[in-house]
Nanobody, 124 residues
Framework: QVQVVESGGGLVQAGGSLRLSCAASGRTFSGYAMNWFRQGPGKEREFVAAISRSGGSTIYANSVKGRFTISRDNAKNTVYLQMNSLKLEDTAVYYC?????????????????WGQGTQVTVSS
């Protein structure tokens, strides 16, 4: 069993930066690939970034590539999402998801564990 809790969201001006954290409970954190998703107002949940169990592999959505960086610290059971050059369209609730079945799964409901989300609002 793994519980994940996101933090670090808030209000930021366009062009600014935020770092999100996702803290996971349990001693098997290193056995899970970790993903970040987001869901904007009136939109479906969309993939943002993923990181492998060791942290050696990462994948990004085209919309955030070059601006966001995913990383993890297995000693702290935490995954991070550094978000730079934020845009208005990055406004969303950001969720952390964990899976043992691969790096990125075809559908959100295939992930084993989800956090409650943290709100990120980018203002002009």
């Amino acid at each position: 069993q793994v519980q994940v809790v996101e933090s670090g969201g808030g209000l930021v001006q366009a062009g600014g930066s935020l770092r999100l954290s996702c803290a996971a409970s349990g001693r098997t954190f290193s056995g899970y690939a970790m993903n970040w998703f987001r869901q904007g107002p009136g939109k479906e949940r969309e993939f943002v970034a993923a990181i492998s169990r060791s942290g050696g592999s990462t994948i990004y959505a085209n919309s955030v590539k070059g601006r966001f960086t995913i990383s993890r610290d297995n000693a702290k059971n935490t995954v991070y999402l550094q978000m730079n050059s934020l845009k208005l369209e990055d406004t969303a609730v950001y969720y952390c998801a964990a899976t043992t079945f691969g790096l990125v799964l075809p559908k959100p409901d295939e992930y084993e564990y989800w956090g409650q989300g943290t709100q990120v609002t980018v203002s002009s």
